[in-house]
């Protein structure tokens, strides 16, 4: 028996396992239609595992470590065989790793090369976390009729493309996963995090951005060149976009998110377009980021027990145990609560106006001055915890940030009822700036009784007539939070969040060839003909 099955069986909470004595057959060779061989090991019960269910995983990050041992090992020591994929170009499988534009036809062919095999059984699972749940949406509207269940978790079907909006460039995040990719297999590279992740830091401050890959890793990257250069609806990211399948999709899908993770407004996205053609998916959301380390083992808990309750229920032709199709994790009251879609009824917009003085209140606001504040990219408005995939991501302490003078606040008084938000969240900030580019970020905060500001959702959105005093529509983060009695709600306003979204150079050039930072001199509008607000899903306990 392998020492790491208990201990995985408590940290993840699975069920008792049909067996501990696995049989792992490496480097199966799964050929291409273009000649290329991909990498795949096969892992099963030692006997009896021909025939069973296959989950199906393709990976670009590898075969073992974390994903033979969090997600091969109990799934397949609870009732399925499981086939980990290595994908094109990388951990021994042929061709060169074109990151998003491959997995469709790869993928299509795996699933055809699975079905083939004398050990595969008629059912098969989709499984997997971010890349390897992007692969699944790449083939599910020509899955073949084994494929029984989808369980995508912490992804979407549009993975990079939310990041590249032309009104709001999220930096860090594909630029570090390009980072991630292109040095994962060099030697001793788990031993090197500390020194790359200084590397990435200084190429995330490097002028102009065009050569920040070589900063980070030596080379040139075609991926994130593209990422500095094609906003979301390019051309050259038609083959990356499989968000057009999600309504032919026929299979059952359970979807696992997180309330701080980078993909989340595309897999609620994912979720209601399964909801809008009629399907009946399952989504759960929990208060997970997309990698921290205690969320990766509560996510990747989540998933399993998910694949083996509703994937494995699918792959046997039961019918899985009733259960609401939306399970939310509300923030605030730090429980679970079922709902039966997304967004869920019962919560009316409401609007939260920005008040002269740093006040916040449901009443439009009375006379005041523009409050104003100044942003300089040389020292840009640094980005505290939210959805990033940095140690410091989720809810944190937002003291540091706030007392920034490039950083505005406005705070209800003492709150006597709680307030429930569910659902979207968007904001309309009256905005002017001293240049014609710039951004306006606003972050929605939970202060408890201490004082304390926590961040519940926030978004970003970049002007190119900044200098036109305007209403600026801001899309935050959707949540499901609770605001206590005794507490109070927060709304911040800056211009940045360094480097989760690039600094606005206030020049206009590009963002790749972009030298020169101009700072500006910003105001934020608040009276009774400039109604700035943020507007949340409310639910009225009093009705």
Not at 42 to 58: D, I, S, V, Y
Not at 171 to 188: D, I, K, N, S
Request: hydrophobic share 40%.
């Amino acid at each position: 028996m392998n020492p790491i099955s208990p201990l995985l069986e408590r940290l993840l909470k699975l069920p008792t396992p049909a067996t501990r004595n696995l049989l792992v057959q490496r480097d199966l060779r799964v050929p291409m239609p273009d000649g290329v061989e991909l990498l795949a090991d096969r892992w099963a019960p030692r006997t009896g595992g021909e025939r069973l269910p296959t989950a199906l995983l393709r990976s670009p990050y590898g075969r073992n470590g974390v994903f033979g041992t969090l997600l091969a090992r109990p799934l397949a020591e609870r009732g399925f065989q499981v086939l980990i994929q290595s994908t094109r170009g990388g951990f021994g499988s042929g061709g060169v790793f074109d990151p998003l534009r491959q997995e469709r036809e790869d993928g299509l062919a795996t699933l055809d090369w699975l079905v083939r095999q004398p050990w595969s059984g008629d059912a098969i699972v989709l499984v997997g976390a971010s890349y390897l749940g992007y692969v699944q949406w790449a083939v599910a509207d020509r899955l073949p009729p084994q494929v029984k269940a989808m369980i995508p978790q912490v992804t979407e079907s549009g993975l990079t493309l939310e990041f590249l909006r032309e009104d709001g460039l999220s930096l860090e995040t594909p630029f570090g996963w390009g980072v991630q990719v292109a040095v994962q297999e060099r030697r001793f590279a788990l031993f090197r995090q500390r020194a790359q992740a200084k590397k990435l830091e200084q190429a995330l401050n490097t002028r102009p951005l065009a050569q920040a890959d070589v900063v980070a890793i030596g080379h040139r990257s075609d991926y994130i060149q593209d990422v500095l250069t094609r906003p979301e609806h390019h051309p050259g990211w038609a083959a990356a976009d499989h968000r057009h399948r999600v309504a032919d999709v026929t299979v059952p899908v359970s979807s696992v998110a997180g309330w701080y993770d980078i993909f989340l407004p595309g897999q609620l996205r994912d979720f209601r377009t399964l909801q809008e053609a009629g399907r009946r998916p399952r989504l759960t959301v929990g208060p997970w980021t997309h990698a921290g380390r205690p969320d990766l083992l509560a996510g990747t808990g989540q998933t399993l027990r998910e694949t083996l309750e509703f994937g494995l229920a699918h792959a046997r032709g039961e019918e899985p145990p009733e259960r609401a199709p939306v399970r939310l994790f509300v923030m605030g009251e730090e429980a679970w609560r079922d709902f039966a879609s997304w967004p869920p009824e019962g919560y009316a917009p409401q609007r939260f106006h920005l008040q002269g003085g740093g006040a916040l209140a449901p009443e439009p606001p009375g006379e005041s001055a523009p409050a104003r504040y100044r942003y300089d990219p040389a020292d840009p408005t640094p980005a505290a915890g939210g959805v990033r995939m940095a140690p410091d991501a989720g809810r944190v302490d937002n003291a540091k940030l706030e007392a920034r003078a490039d950083v505005l606040t406005y705070t209800t008084a003492v709150l006597g009822d709680d307030v429930e938000v569910i659902g979207d969240v968007s904001a309309e900030i009256w905005f002017r700036s001293g240049l014609r580019f710039a951004d306006v970020f606003v972050r929605l905060c939970d202060v408890g009784p201490d004082g304390r500001s926590v961040n519940v959702c926030d978004g970003l959105t970049s002007l190119r007539d900044a200098d036109q005093l305007a209403a600026v529509p801001v899309r935050l983060w959707p949540t499901a939070h609770r605001f206590r009695r005794g507490h109070r709600i927060r709304v911040q306003v800056s211009s940045g969040a360094f480097p989760r979204y690039a600094r606005n150079p206030g020049t206009g050039e590009p963002h790749a060839t972009a030298v020169t930072l101009r700072a500006a001199d910003q105001e934020v509008h608040h009276d009774p003909a400039h109604a700035s607000a943020i507007v949340l899903p409310v639910r009225d306990f009093r009705q």
